[in-house]
């Protein structure tokens, strides 16, 4: 959850997730 607030932060990284969404990420813990 922590990188999803973290793309909210950033819309143009939100852009990037909804034409490539990588789950991978959401369970990798930065």
Known sequence: M???RADIL????V???LQ???PY??????
């Not at 950033?10 to 990284?13: A, E, K, R, Y």
């Not at 990420?25 to 930065?30: F, G, S, V």
């Open 15 to 17: 852009e990037h997730r």
């Open 25 to 30: 990420r959401l369970a990798t813990p930065q």
């Open 10 to 13: 950033g819309s143009s990284t």
């Open 20 to 22: 490539k969404p990588v």
């Open 2 to 4: 922590i990188c999803i």
